[in-house]
């Protein structure tokens, strides 16, 4: 994966927990946004991070 892909993936998650219709859904897509963001620190600083 590239760091562009995560930043993509992580403004999708971004957009879909502003548009989730319950709490739920906005908290796993929220979730999921922050998961994007430490794979992206973890790419920048050349470390590996498990999925």
Do not use: E, P
């Not at 219709?21 to 991070?49: E, F, P, T």
Request: charged share 20%.
């Amino acid at each position: 994966m590239t760091i562009n892909y995560l930043y993509f993936r992580q403004q999708v998650s971004l957009v879909r927990a502003d548009r989730a219709a319950c709490d739920r859904s906005r908290a796993a897509h929220l979730g999921l946004a922050a998961g994007y963001l430490k794979q992206i620190a973890a790419a920048k600083s050349g470390s590996a991070v498990a999925r």
